[in-house]
């Protein structure tokens, strides 16, 4: 796997891999990795001849008072995970290559950013969707994969694609889930057996939406309610938002068949957790 720190050296490998003919998969990354990244790592390996992935803990998408520094790192293990795969180039810059003094263009998708984590996290999706611009622009892929955990980055990377005419196609990827069911995230480092097992309140509430949907409830405050009530049954979990909207518009009302995700944002002592489902999949 090579490792490249600079953007003009990582473009040129991307322009020389495509004049051979290869294509080119992405997986966009802040390290820590677990099975999640690995499995869009696999998928983008089936997609593409070439697969490259970045790891960039990116300070604009964190709030003054989020865990930028604290956020958990581990660049050799991260290496030695990419090289199973295998990974053919990292792109790994340091902060001031990303964001050199003066820099001041940033990438906003204004209206799918607005709600859910977008009301908590000012300034998050603009700190995602710039940084994923410039990473489109220096690493060059056909495809690049995102997870699902992420509903609302991935809507939104979506839209940016769209509406800035990025030549290339996001490819959606589900959520990897532990055996009891925790979706997986870099953040689950951070919490301490007891929490561990708490957070597994977020995948049971989603779950708790998705049998009563099945069973034909169309509600949207119904179906938020029976995910809310397993949250609030369960000691040191703090709700910050339970969400039923429109899947592809992020929005309600909703049109009627589209498809529902269900949206939560919670503490488990002081980790923030997010998970989501898509009703009735
Ligand atoms: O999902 C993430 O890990 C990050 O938001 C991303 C897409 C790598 C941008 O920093």
Not at 82 to 93: H, I, K, S
Not at 114 to 126: D, E, M, N, T
Not at 169 to 176: D, S, W, Y
Request: aromatic share 8%.
């Amino acid at each position: 796997m090579e490792i490249i720190t600079k953007p003009k050296e990582m473009q040129a490998w991307s322009e020389a891999a495509r004049c051979r003919g290869e294509t080119i998969a992405f997986v966009p990354t802040m390290g820590f990795l677990h099975e999640g990244h690995l499995t869009l790592m696999r998928e983008g390996r089936k997609r593409a001849s070439l697969l490259t992935s970045s790891l960039f803990v990116n300070p604009t998408q964190f709030g003054p008072n989020e865990d930028f520094a604290r956020y958990p790192r581990n660049f050799d293990g991260d290496c030695a995970m990419m090289r199973t795969v295998p990974v053919d180039a990292l792109f790994a810059p340091a902060p001031e290559t990303m964001y050199p003094p003066g820099s001041q263009t940033w990438v906003e998708v204004t209206e799918l950013t607005q709600g859910l984590c977008g009301a908590h996290r000012p300034g998050h999706f603009r700190g995602v969707t710039t940084v994923v611009a410039k990473l489109f622009n220096i690493v060059k892929p056909h495809y690049a994969l995102f997870g699902e955990k992420d509903f609302q980055q991935l809507r939104a990377i979506q839209r940016m694609v769209v509406d800035l005419n990025f030549d290339l196609e996001i490819i959606p990827v589900q959520t990897v889930r532990e055996p009891d069911g925790l979706a997986m995230s870099s953040r689950n480092a951070y919490l301490s057996p007891d929490e561990r097992r708490k957070a597994l309140a977020l995948n049971c509430a989603l779950r708790a939406a998705d049998a009563l949907y099945r069973s034909g409830q169309r509600n949207v405050e119904e179906l938020e309610r029976a995910a809310r009530q397993v949250l609030e049954s369960t000691p040191g979990v703090a709700i910050q938002y339970v969400s039923a909207v429109d899947a592809e518009t992020l929005e309600r009302p909703l049109a009627p068949e589209r498809p529902i995700v269900v949206a939560i944002a919670a503490h488990v002592g002081a980790t923030r957790l997010i998970d989501n489902m898509i009703l009735g999949r």
